[in-house]
Structure formats: structure tokens, C-alpha cells
T-cell receptor
Framework: NAGVTQTPKFQVLKTGQSMTLQCAQD?????MSWYRQDPGMGLRLIHY???????DQGEVPNGYNVSRSTTEDFPLRLLSAAPSQTSVYFC?????????FGPGTRLTVT | GENVEQHPSTLSVQEGDSAVIKCTYS??????FPWYKQELGKRPQLIID?????GEKKDQRIAVTLNKTAKHFSLHITETQPEDSAVYFC???????????????FGKGTKLSVIP
């Protein structure tokens, strides 16, 4: 039981490039979410999903897309990277009450 | 939407002393209040949580209290140890049983330093 996994761990992008952050969970949780963490800002919700085929926006969705084709996977896509998207990204899956976070992806956009 | 304020942003205590971190929330419908601990370079991990039908919950050296009327909740750590040094986040959400869906709104975090 690996829990929540994220790839890559580190990534450097140039402004305007696109990429996909991968997230997978093996706990059969219906609910998954993506957060970004910036210094002094806590964790802010980007997008979330309540089940396969269902996604919705969180607090800071601009510049990001998500899809949920399976219960296990919830990838986050950056369409055209900007320096403001430099951050640490955490994926989480959850029961009704407890969220389990992945190890994070540190993204730098130059 | 929900807004969670957390204070203080930094806290230094001597080993063995107690530490208290306070949070307020704005949405009276919120009914679930977890606390997460994040060590440097690691993922946040749940350390304790409280639901709105309970006023206090303890787990060994940590406890959480909830005042629904005032819309605030607090984390108490007693007999602090150096390994308690970390960033602590409070959060609030409206949790729906059965459906399994909710959104967490986090406070901005408190960096706790325990001085040996």
C-alpha cells in the first residue's frame, strides 16, 4: 500500500512551457485534491474531484487543468507555465474526514 | 467562502513548556477542524482533529479545543520536546458523511521552535 504518490519530485520549467504533475493513490478514495504551498500562505486548494469524471475548482484554479478518468489518478496540468506558479504542489486523497498528502512536487518556473 | 486565521505565525518555547496555537474561522457551517504538522521538506500529516459535536479532544500531549459560538479552535501541546519543532496548520471544512466530499481551508501556519 503506497498511499499517495506524486511524480516528479522536482521540476524546472521555462515560462510558457506546459507539463503534467502526476498523482496516484491506492486507497480507493473517491475524493482527491491538489494544493499549492507558498511561503507564508499555507496550503491553497487548486482543484478537487469527488469521483471519477467529476472535478471542480478550488480557491486558486487559474492556469491549471485537471481530469479524473479513474479513481486512482488525478493529474494536474499547467498549460503555459508562469513564474507565479513556482511553488510546492501537494496532491491529497481522503476519506470523509482525513486527507492523506503525497510527498509533493517542487516546481520552479524561470 | 471560508476564511481561517491562525496565530501566532511563529512561536518559540523552552523544552518542557506548553505551546498554544489559535485559529478562527468564518463559516458557521464548518463542522470539521483538523490540525496538521509539517516538518521541513516533508508532507503535512494529520496530528489531531475535532468535529463540531465535541468541545475538546486529547491525544497524549496534544489537545484541541473548539468554541463553536465564538468560531475559534486551539491546539495545545504540553511538555514540548525538540521533535515538536515544525510548522503547524489548522484547517476547517464542511464535511458530509456518506458522500465523502469536503474542502479544507487552511490557516497560514505557525512555525513552532522548541529550544532545548
Amino acid at each position: 500500500n503506497a498511499g499517495v504518490t506524486q511524480t516528479p519530485k522536482f521540476q524546472v520549467l521555462k515560462t510558457g512551457q506546459s507539463m503534467t504533475l502526476q498523482c496516484a493513490q491506492d486507497m480507493n478514495h473517491e475524493y482527491m485534491s491538489w494544493y499549492r504551498q507558498d511561503p507564508g500562505m499555507g496550503l491553497r486548494l487548486i482543484h478537487y474531484s469527488v469521483g471519477a469524471g467529476i472535478t471542480d475548482q478550488g480557491e486558486v484554479p487559474n492556469g491549471y487543468n485537471v481530469s479524473r478518468s479513474t479513481t486512482e489518478d488525478f493529474p494536474l496540468r499547467l498549460l503555459s507555465a508562469a513564474p507565479s506558479q513556482t511553488s510546492v504542489y501537494f496532491c491529497a486523497s481522503s476519506t470523509v474526514y482525513e486527507q492523506y498528502f503525497g510527498p509533493g512536487t517542487r516546481l520552479t518556473v524561470t | 467562502g471560508e476564511n481561517v486565521e491562525q496565530h501566532p505565525s511563529t512561536l518559540s518555547v523552552q523544552e518542557g513548556d506548553s505551546a498554544v496555537i489559535k485559529c478562527t474561522y468564518s463559516d458557521s457551517a464548518s463542522n470539521y477542524f483538523p490540525w496538521y504538522k509539517q516538518e521541513l521538506g516533508k508532507r503535512p500529516q494529520l496530528i489531531i482533529d475535532i468535529r463540531s459535536n465535541v468541545g475538546e479532544k486529547k491525544d497524549q500531549r496534544i489537545a484541541v479545543t473548539l468554541n463553536k459560538t465564538a468560531k475559534h479552535f486551539s491546539l495545545h501541546i504540553t511538555e514540548t520536546q525538540p521533535e515538536d519543532s515544525a510548522v503547524y496548520f489548522c484547517a476547517a471544512s464542511v464535511a458530509y458523511s456518506g458522500a465523502g466530499s469536503y474542502q479544507l481551508t487552511f490557516g497560514k501556519g505557525t512555525k513552532l521552535s522548541v529550544i532545548p
